[in-house]
């Protein structure tokens, strides 16, 4: 078995045996994935987008304002500048998402609220964690729902 969905903030690979949190669903990313607790910390990635978020929009505001100085405010950077961000945003959501495995065996449940999940497992040093999955299409529910009639059987 060898199933993938997307999530708001990046991808789902899913075989036999993990499940795969990737940035671009490419099932060649999920071979250097270690489990949760083991990886390296994402956390100077998120600082970066981070960073690109409040510089984009000190700009943005910069830029109004530079226009608002000059007795006119050009229409063209009223729409443009919220488009542009916002294309950018989903760009880069992706980013945002996590990387690891998570072996099947290690899950404990699997919550499906509309199309909004909460998976809570064992990470490496068995501490239990949830991870939560927002906005995941349609077939990414379905799957979840077999994985999750799987865990109730054992």
Not at 89 to 115: C, D, H, W
């Amino acid at each position: 078995m060898k199933e993938w969905f997307k999530y708001e903030y990046g991808f789902v690979n899913i075989d036999t045996d993990n499940i795969y949190f990737t940035n671009s669903g490419n099932w060649s990313e999920t071979i250097e994935l270690e489990e949760k607790g083991l990886q390296k910390s994402n956390i100077i990635r998120k600082i970066r987008i981070k960073l690109f978020w409040v510089l984009s929009f000190a700009i943005g505001i910069f830029l109004l304002y530079l226009s608002m100085v000059n007795g006119r405010i050009s229409i063209l950077l009223i729409i443009g500048l919220p488009i542009g961000l916002f294309s950018i945003y989903n760009y880069l959501k992706t980013e945002i998402g996590s990387r690891f495995k998570l072996p099947i065996s290690k899950i404990v449940s699997i919550a499906i609220l509309s199309n909004n999940v909460s998976i809570e497992f064992k990470n490496f040093e068995n501490k239990i964690e949830i991870e939560k999955l927002p906005n995941i299409e349609e077939k990414g529910i379905e799957i979840l729902e077999k994985i999750q009639g799987k865990i109730l059987l054992l």
